[in-house]
């Protein structure tokens, strides 16, 4: 299928309704918006870890300080857990502690150790945090919704033949389906082709041994040796990508039933008497299963003169739909039925001989035939038992109301798309009303008839099998089901792809074709609730994820700029702790540089109590001329230069006031 263009992929908030309204909501955004925002969640997190240090260091600042004197590695910690902005930088630190005490200091591993292991768990954590932020993408998922403009179906000009308009649009989306069907219905599924719909592909369940759809007697294996497909009831949310919550879906189910048949009373052999008649003289076969209307009263002639005529293996399919007095192929009674739609599928092998005895009623070939090979030796081939074989399929459809368990019959796509009166048992609301109008617009493309009629021989799968033209590799004897398992395959491919053509709206549309969507109002319009699975162009995220990162992080940074100042006010307030307060600022690295200054002699000082401690204008200090450089200190002797020239610069004990 091809890739959906990001033009009409929805950005945005939305819900996805299979978390629900408070896990499934998301925003998608393009994916330059996303990579921005993927990037700020990663440096915010950060930002949390810094803040998150910051209150676990000022907690254990604070439970350690006391008034008794300590020695230097006490304050030495207490400066790590005071000064230190990040985790890294205090694990770095509280390394060096322990090595550079190692050999004099009291206990120095047992001191630093708490102190390395709470900044790595939190450097750990956060680091961990900030990769997986990226993981409200993952929580979000790669379903997005279309937007487009173009929603609907395409509808032919009134003036336009029915059957010409339907086999134009019919044919490029039986193709596609057909392709996206072998490479995501089998067990080895192409990935790289399966990741367009909610669904890479739609599981059916296989019946043997079902019961004839028709005339007992016309099924090859008799009343119980029909084979069945059933979809199952597919949910239209789940399944379909259809976005609603639960009391907005449907369940869809469609079951097709076929058998091989015999044919044996049912066809005529004759020669072609008319001169006038390209087949003059031919053999030729007429099937009787059915009048084309206006046409024939019988249903297909073969000419026996085709087989000579180096012609590969040709199908021919017709369709009746139940309650359709509008049926170009009216079944004999013992084909016919009112509850389901029919496709007869005719097969005629012509030209092809087969490697082996073939025992398949659809491909049966045990006639042995000599033929003469390249090298002039003689090898046995098989040609058909037949020169016509039938397989007759009956296709059904229903629905049901997941909320209140009712289900429609079993029945033919007429019965839904001519009769609205079947929904009403289910009791369905306006929503769930539109997805099935939806699903029942595009019930006659799903029939067998529309995947055959469209590619004739190619959708065979013997076909695939065939070399040189005209050579048939061995089949087994269940070929027929190979088949029929096929054709259902390409169905619910064109199911999944034109639930999804209708929101995105089709992508060729004939000259004179309109696209009509179905009547809505906004809060249902369906072209806007179609969930499809897109690796490129856009990115979405949890909203419930980015929010929990915003409001932890945003708290942990309020928490981390409030807790000092409020705490030191409660203090001040009752006076309890002041001393605690007052150690946490004079620890602080300015206050340590005016400590150092201050007992040097340098510089005029105020503000010993805040956070920042100033100096009178124009003052300046550093390191003496003298300083030794094995064990710099400042000392009393250091240099000063003020702001009044009436003091002299000099290198010996300065007073801190002016002229003093």
Same mark, same amino acid.
């Given at each position: 299928?091809?890739?959906?263009?990001?033009?009409?992929?929805?950005?945005?908030?939305?819900?996805?309704?299979?978390?629900?309204?408070?896990?499934?909501?998301?925003?998608?955004?393009?994916?330059?918006?996303?990579?921005?925002?993927?990037?700020f969640l990663?440096?915010?997190?950060?930002?949390?870890?810094?803040?998150?240090?910051?209150?676990l260091?000022?907690?254990?600042?604070?439970?350690?300080?006391?008034?008794?004197?300590?020695?230097?590695?006490?304050?030495?910690?207490?400066?790590?857990?005071?000064?230190?902005?990040?985790?890294?930088?205090?694990?770095?630190?509280?390394?060096?502690?322990?090595?550079?005490?190692?050999?004099?200091?009291?206990?120095?591993?047992?001191?630093?150790?708490?102190?390395?292991?709470?900044?790595?768990?939190?450097?750990?954590?956060?680091?961990?945090?900030?990769?997986?932020?990226?993981?409200?993408?993952?929580?979000?998922?790669?379903?997005?919704?279309?937007?487009?403009?173009?929603?609907?179906?395409?509808?032919?000009?009134?003036?336009?033949?029915?059957?010409?308009?339907?086999?134009?649009?019919?044919?490029?989306?039986?193709?596609t389906a057909?392709?996206?069907?072998?490479?995501?219905?089998?067990?080895?599924?192409?990935?790289?082709?399966?990741?367009?719909?909610?669904?890479?592909?739609?599981?059916?369940?296989?019946?043997?041994?079902?019961?004839?759809?028709?005339?007992?007697n016309?099924?090859?294996?008799?009343?119980?040796?029909?084979?069945?497909i059933?979809?199952?009831?597919?949910?239209?949310?789940?399944?379909?990508?259809?976005?609603?919550?639960?009391?907005?879906?449907?369940?869809?189910?469609?079951l097709?039933?076929?058998?091989?048949?015999?044919?044996?009373?049912?066809?005529?052999?004759?020669? *072609?008497? =008319?001169?006038?008649? @390209? +087949?003059?003289? $031919?053999?030729?076969?007429?099937? /009787?299963?059915?009048?084309?209307?206006?046409?024939?009263?019988?249903?297909?002639?073969?000419?026996?003169?085709?087989?000579?005529?180096?012609?590969?293996?040709?199908?021919?399919?017709?369709?009746?739909?139940?309650?359709?007095?509008?049926?170009?192929?009216?079944?004999?009674p013992?084909?016919?039925?009112?509850?389901?739609?029919?496709?007869?599928?005719?097969?005629?092998?012509?030209?092809?001989?087969?490697?082996?005895?073939?025992?398949?009623?659809?491909?049966?070939?045990?006639?042995?035939?000599?033929?003469?090979?390249?090298?002039?030796?003689?090898?046995?081939?098989?040609?058909? *038992?037949? =020169?016509v074989?039938? @397989? +007759?399929?009956? $296709?059904q459809?229903?629905?049901? /109301?997941?909320?209140?368990?009712?289900?429609?019959?079993?029945?033919?796509?007429?019965?839904?798309?001519?009769?609205?009166?079947?929904?009403?048992?289910?009791k369905?609301?306006?929503?769930?009303?539109?997805?099935?109008?939806?699903?029942?617009?595009?019930?006659?493309?799903?029939?067998?008839?529309?995947?055959?009629?469209?590619?004739?021989?190619?959708?065979?799968?013997?076909?695939?099998?065939?070399?040189?033209?005209?050579?048939?590799?061995?089949?087994?004897?269940?070929?027929?089901?190979?088949?029929?398992?096929?054709?259902?395959?390409?169905?619910?491919?064109?199911?999944?792809?034109?639930?999804?053509?209708?929101?995105?709206?089709?992508?060729?549309?004939?000259?004179?074709?309109s696209?009509?969507?179905?009547?809505?109002?906004a809060?249902?319009?369906?072209?806007?609730?179609?969930?499809?699975?897109?690796?490129?162009?856009?990115?979405?995220?949890?909203?419930?994820?980015?929010?929990?990162?915003?409001?932890?992080?945003?708290?942990?940074?309020?928490?981390?700029?409030?807790?000092?100042?409020?705490?030191?006010?409660?203090?001040?307030?009752?006076?309890?702790?002041?001393?605690?307060?007052?150690?946490?600022?004079?620890?602080?690295?300015?206050?340590?540089?005016?400590?150092?200054?201050?007992?040097?002699?340098?510089?005029?000082?105020?503000?010993?109590?805040?956070?920042?401690?100033?100096?009178?204008?124009g003052?300046?200090?550093?390191?003496?001329?003298?300083?030794?450089?094995?064990?710099?200190?400042?000392?009393?002797?250091?240099?000063?230069?003020?702001?009044?020239?009436?003091?002299?610069?000099?290198?010996?004990?300065?007073?801190?006031?002016?002229?003093?």
């Open positions: 299928m091809s890739q959906i263009p990001g033009s009409i992929i929805y950005t945005g908030a939305w819900i996805n309704w299979s978390h629900g309204r408070l896990l499934g909501s998301t925003i998608t955004l393009l994916d330059g918006h996303g990579a921005l925002l993927t990037a990663a440096i915010f997190v950060t930002a949390a870890g810094s803040a998150c240090w910051q209150i260091s000022y907690s254990m600042y604070q439970r350690r300080a006391t008034h008794q004197y300590r020695d230097a590695l006490h304050h030495q910690v207490q400066a790590i857990f005071r000064n230190t902005g990040t985790s890294a930088i205090a694990a770095w630190q509280a390394v060096q502690l322990h090595w550079y005490w190692r050999k004099q200091g009291n206990t120095p591993l047992a001191r630093t150790l708490p102190v390395f292991v709470l900044a790595l768990l939190n450097l750990l954590f956060f680091g961990l945090a900030g990769i997986f932020s990226s993981q409200v993408t993952k929580a979000a998922g790669n379903e997005v919704l279309i937007n487009s403009p173009h929603c609907g179906f395409p509808v032919p000009p009134r003036e336009a033949t029915p059957s010409a308009a339907f086999d134009l649009l019919q044919l490029a989306e039986t193709l057909t392709t996206y069907s072998q490479a995501c219905y089998g067990k080895a599924k192409d990935k790289l082709q399966c990741n367009q719909f909610v669904r890479p592909s739609l599981s059916s369940t296989s019946i043997r041994n079902a019961t004839c759809p028709f005339s007992p016309l099924c090859w294996y008799g009343a119980t040796g029909a084979y069945a059933d979809s199952g009831l597919l949910d239209s949310f789940h399944v379909l990508g259809i976005n609603a919550p639960t009391s907005q879906r449907i369940q869809y189910r469609k097709t039933t076929c058998s091989p048949i015999h044919m044996k009373d049912y066809h005529d052999v004759l020669n *072609d008497t =008319d001169p006038s008649q @390209i +087949a003059y003289g $031919d053999t030729l076969i007429n099937i /009787n299963l059915g009048e084309i209307v206006g046409v024939s009263n019988y249903t297909f002639r073969y000419n026996l003169h085709t087989f000579v005529d180096n012609i590969g293996y040709q199908l021919t399919s017709f369709l009746a739909i139940a309650g359709s007095p509008t049926n170009s192929w009216v079944p004999v013992a084909l016919n039925r009112t509850d389901g739609d029919i496709t007869l599928a005719l097969l005629t092998a012509n030209s092809i001989v087969y490697e082996e005895p073939v025992a398949d009623p659809f491909y049966s070939a045990s006639n042995s035939t000599p033929m003469a090979e390249d090298d002039g030796t003689n090898a046995s081939y098989y040609s058909p *038992d037949y =020169d074989t039938a @397989i +007759a399929c009956m $296709d459809h229903q629905f049901c /109301n997941p909320v209140n368990h009712k289900c429609t019959q079993l029945t033919g796509s007429n019965m839904f798309t001519q009769n609205n009166a079947q929904f009403l048992p289910l369905f609301n306006r929503a769930q009303y539109l997805t099935a109008e939806q699903i029942s617009a595009i019930m006659l493309s799903l029939t067998t008839h529309v995947g055959l009629h469209a590619r004739g021989a190619n959708a065979l799968r013997a076909s695939e099998t065939v070399h040189n033209s005209f050579f048939q590799i061995g089949l087994p004897d269940t070929q027929w089901m190979i088949e029929v398992s096929s054709w259902f395959d390409v169905a619910m491919a064109k199911l999944q792809a034109k639930m999804v053509q209708y929101a995105t709206g089709p992508t060729n549309v004939p000259a004179g074709y696209v009509i969507k179905l009547p809505s109002d809060s249902l319009d369906i072209c806007k609730n179609q969930i499809i699975r897109n690796n490129s162009g856009t990115t979405s995220f949890s909203v419930l994820g980015v929010a929990i990162i915003l409001i932890v992080g945003s708290l942990l940074i309020v928490t981390s700029l409030v807790l000092e100042p409020a705490l030191g006010f409660a203090r001040r307030q009752m006076r309890r702790n002041e001393y605690k307060s007052l150690q946490y600022i004079a620890d602080g690295t300015w206050q340590l540089q005016r400590l150092a200054y201050e007992e040097a002699g340098q510089g005029h000082w105020s503000g010993g109590a805040n956070t920042v401690p100033l100096t009178r204008k003052d300046t200090m550093g390191l003496p001329r003298n300083a030794d450089v094995k064990h710099p200190r400042l000392g009393r002797c250091g240099h000063v230069t003020t702001s009044d020239p009436s003091i002299p610069e000099a290198d010996s004990l300065i007073v801190t006031g002016k002229g003093g």
